[in-house]
């Protein structure tokens, strides 16, 4: 098996061209960070789509989208979508993309599966195609279904990323981006569309910045003309790609070679506390930053704490760990007792959470900081 997983790392950045199942089922089991998928929506066309002016819609009506029943429909996804639980790691996650027609079923099959659904993703298109009939509202979202590989699963979350790509404010579950147009658009040579749905770069950049880490592996089971791959090789992500249609299949490639992959140092996100090695208050005591007998303060000195050697606070005769006799000496039900508490170094005082700082370098766990020691 480690032979077999060496082998796949190795044969990244490719397109596997063939059936998905069977592509699928040649690869190694938990060798994937990350599957985005965007299957066949089972449109259930029955006729040509026209506008006011009797021309014809260029929508969706390939073979590779119709199934004979919604039970033929759920069947094939419950076998793609079990071959991807079986290829991810433990942490690993999937997206799935949909509309009404189908969003909804994958959802369920995810669920039965053992996927661990993190988020729903409400794509609005700022450019969506007018609906022509008159007969229902303009369809002008998609969604998109993140899902770990289970519940247990720690999957990968740039949230201080993600907050700051949004100016500072939490990214919310609905994302504005137009439909796949102008120059991005793929054509063919008689100047149509290469593929009926391809995707906008600016939703992959997101999902991939958002979900995955520099050279994690992406897989996309319906490879299309590429717009997986395109992102990925750009951020640094390794990727592979699944495609049956070789014209596709041609596009894709063309299109991803020449993609210029950005240097490593644009690469780093902003990562918070969340994603930092956890360094107890007790290994503070343990290195010797804090000594047993140390005074500590709230921040206007009206509280005063003895550090014990185990780690713990006394206090009015309470003890207790920095964050459960922070809140008792506040009577709160809760406090962050890294900020509560504070040390004295030359008149000033200092939150010790300064000193988790200090820990990290002593640990080799952190950049250097220039924070003081509390000597």
């Known amino acids: 098996m480690v032979a077999r997983l060496r082998a796949t790392a190795s044969s990244t950045d490719r397109i596997l061209i063939g059936d998905c199942l069977a592509e699928l089922k040649k690869l190694p089991s938990e060798s994937i960070d990350l599957v985005f998928a965007d299957p066949p929506y089972n449109l259930q066309l029955e006729r040509d789509l026209l506008r006011p002016n009797n021309t014809v819609v260029d929508g969706v009506d390939d073979d590779w989208d119709k199934f004979s029943s919604f039970a033929d429909y759920d069947a094939f996804s419950r076998k793609w ?23 909804f079923r994958l959802g369920a099959a995810l669920q039965d599966l053992g996927f661990w659904i993190q988020n729903d993703i409400v794509w609005r298109k700022t450019n969506p195609m007018p609906n022509f009939r008159g007969k229902r509202f303009t369809n002008a979202h998609e969604t998109l279904i993140w899902a770990g590989r289970e519940q247990k699963s720690r999957v990968t979350f740039n949230y201080e990323a993600m907050k700051a790509l949004n100016d500072d404010l939490q990214m919310r579950s609905d994302w504005l981006f137009p439909i796949c147009a ?181 640990l080799g766990l952190a950049r250097p900081s220039g924070l003081v020691a509390a000597e």
């Open 182 to 362: 102008g120059p991005e658009r793929l054509k063919d040579g008689a100047g149509r569309k290469a593929h009926p749905t391809q995707k906008p770069e600016a939703l992959l950049h997101r999902v991939l910045l958002a979900t995955t880490n520099p050279g994690d592996v992406v897989l996309d089971p319906f490879f299309g003309t590429g717009t997986t791959g395109a992102v990925a090789r750009r951020l640094g992500r390794k990727w592979i790609g699944i495609e049956r249609d070789k014209d596709y299949a041609a596009v894709a490639r063309a299109r991803i070679d020449k993609v210029r992959p950005l240097p490593p140092s644009s690469l780093e996100v902003a990562k918070g506390k969340r994603g930092e090695p956890r360094v107890p208050f007790g290994t503070i005591i343990e290195l010797g930053i804090l000594e047993p007998g140390r005074e500590l303060t709230d921040e206007r000195r009206r509280i005063r704490a003895e550090v014990k050697a185990d780690g713990t606070l006394a206090a009015q005769g309470q003890q207790g760990s920095i964050h459960r006799l922070g809140a008792q000496m506040q009577g709160k039900a809760a406090c962050n007792g890294w900020t509560y508490w504070h040390y004295e170094v030359e008149g000033k005082l200092k939150p010790i959470d300064a000193l988790r700082e200090v820990a990290k370098r002593q």
């Open 81 to 103: 979508l079990s071959e991807c639980r079986r290829i991810l790691k433990p942490n690993g996650a999937i997206w799935v993309i949909g509309s009404y027609h189908n969003v």
